[in-house]
Nanobody, 118 residues
């Protein structure tokens, strides 16, 4: 199966920056897209950013202009550069990967906590 390993979360002051990384491993034929979701306490999980195999990028309106998603195809790794962080960005961030293993499957990372203090 595919395993997603996340890193880069932590505690940061408002206005600061963090970079999240997510590396996919396993018997992957190809990756259709990778992205990041987040879930704050009491809230639904929401899409933050996604990048497809054709480099189509989607951002949540709340992070446009502040977050940048990128990938390293050779390493099957996706990054989320987060700048100008706000307290409302505080959440558990989950890496997501949709990959072809014969058929297409959706995989999730373990989640990494991002906390932005005022």
């Amino acid at each position: 199966q595919v395993q997603l390993v996340e890193s880069g979360g932590g505690l940061v002051q408002a206005g600061g920056s963090l970079r999240l990384s997510c590396a996919a491993s396993g018997r992957i034929s190809s990756i259709n897209f990778m992205g990041w979701y987040r879930q704050a306490p009491g809230q639904q999980r929401e899409l933050v950013a996604r990048i497809t195999s054709s480099n189509t990028i989607t951002y949540a309106d709340s992070v446009k202009g502040r977050f940048t998603i990128s990938r390293d195809n050779a390493k099957n790794t996706v990054y989320l550069q987060m700048s100008s962080l706000k307290p409302e960005d505080t959440a558990v961030y989950y890496c997501n990967c949709n990959a072809r293993l014969g058929s297409n499957f959706n995989f999730w990372g373990q989640g990494t906590q991002v906390t932005v203090s005022s």
